[in-house]
């Protein structure tokens, strides 16, 4: 193990007793921190080097006929599922209109829902009007 190694592992240590990461992640963790911080040129050479070297690893595999197509996820890296993020409230909510976006009460509460703890029902309930 070389010096930079251990030094990993036990800043990986410190880490899962500090809580920072679960027990046996530390290393991955700190792995994780040291990518976010790298220009995303290099971020992505790495990643298209560890799909090289995961291929080579699953055509070994396949070679000595110890693969197995049940095995894929979890011994080799996937490629995670990018959510769909939807920004804003929407389209048709709220008009646009002099640099202001004018949002209603009613699209308010469209978006937001019912007040919980709100125990008013149906309809509201109107005042007669006095007569003079």
């Not at 298209?48 to 996820?73: L, M, P, V, W």
């Not at 080799?76 to 929407?90: A, H, S, V």
């Not at 949002?103 to 309930?125: D, R, W």
């Amino acid at each position: 193990m070389t010096p930079a190694e251990r030094r990993r592992a036990l800043q990986g240590r410190v880490l899962e007793l500090s809580g920072g990461a679960r027990i046996g992640q530390g290393v991955k963790v700190l792995r994780h921190q040291y990518k976010v911080h790298q220009p995303k040129r290099e971020r992505d050479l790495l990643e298209a080097k560890e799909r090289r070297i995961d291929a080579a690893r699953r055509k070994d595999a396949e070679d000595a006929g110890t693969y197995d197509k049940s095995f894929k996820k979890s011994l080799f890296i996937q490629k995670k599922k990018q959510r769909d993020w939807t920004k804003g409230l929407g389209p048709g909510i709220g008009k646009f209109s002099g640099g202001v976006l004018k949002i209603s009460g009613a699209e308010i509460t469209s978006v937001m829902g019912p007040k919980e703890g709100s125990s008013q029902t149906g309809k509201p309930k109107y005042h007669a009007k006095r007569r003079k």
